[in-house]
């Protein structure tokens, strides 16, 4: 079977455990992905033990999901991205609420990564937006920060899958389309509000599923990133 789309969030304790899930799914994903909690940690480290567990079972060239969320004035993220252009990051992600400049100055600032834009907050909801003054609701929320961030420069989006498939309506075909907020039917949905299985949201028109807990905290890490896989190719 193929490597599955997913990006297993490495929101690991120490950089021992990251290496140690690293290695367990490596087998089964594309790609693995180091979080702000880890990175602000960890930093340059946290990528590091993810690449050696990958590694260790064969797979040193998985792609790197560097999931920082920046969002600054221009010139700082700019430098912010320059700061992690020698992790060669795949996706790198920005709050798409930051703006066109600030977009465009991380696409300048690392060519070669896919700046990934962040649309509208998982753990948020209609009131959550409503009550910090963005108009909604969330799914044109959603589809016009896409619009706005591929206009941009991005080359890739997150959003929830509530609204992937506005959003691939949206923005061309080459867009990379990520949703965290997956679940499995019948796994709890802890801090999330939109959320949807893994089936619907490829459905939608996702192309990488961002899942944590559902395989980091199962007692067979690599027995659980399996199942999900293989529930992609029903």
């Known amino acids: 079977m193929n490597k599955a789309p997913i990006a297993v969030a490495l929101d690991a304790p120490d950089l021992g455990v990251v290496r140690a899930w690293s290695r367990a799914v490596a087998p089964v994903v594309s790609t693995l992905k180091v979080g702000l909690e880890v990175y602000c940690r960890d930093g340059a480290a946290a990528v590091q033990a993810a690449r050696q567990g990958a590694s260790e079972v064969g797979f040193a060239d998985i792609q790197i999901f560097l999931d920082l969320k920046l969002h600054d004035i221009p010139a700082t993220v700019a430098g912010a991205a320059l700061a992690v252009a020698e992790l060669e990051p795949a996706f790198l992600t920005v709050h798409a609420s930051g703006g066109a400049a600030m977009i465009e100055a991380a ?13 509208i ?10 009550s910090i003054g963005m108009a909604g609701p969330t799914i044109d929320a959603a589809v016009r920060l896409a619009k706005l961030a591929v206009e941009a420069g991005a080359r890739a989006i997150v959003c929830s899958p ?19 907020g997956v679940r499995p039917a019948g796994a709890a949905v802890n801090d999330q509000k939109r959320v949807a299985t893994p089936q619907d949201a490829m459905a939608g028109g996702a192309d990488l599923l961002v899942i944590g807990r559902p395989i980091t905290a199962a007692p067979d890490i690599t027995a659980a990133a399996w199942l999900i896989a293989q529930s992609l190719q029903a």
């Open 107 to 119: 696409v300048n600032a690392l060519p070669d990564t896919r700046i990934t834009a962040v649309t």
């Open 121 to 130: 907050l998982t753990s948020m909801d209609e009131a959550t937006l409503a």
């Open 162 to 180: 509530l609204e992937v498939a506005a959003i691939r309506a949206a923005v061309p075909a080459t867009i990379t389309l990520i949703t965290p």
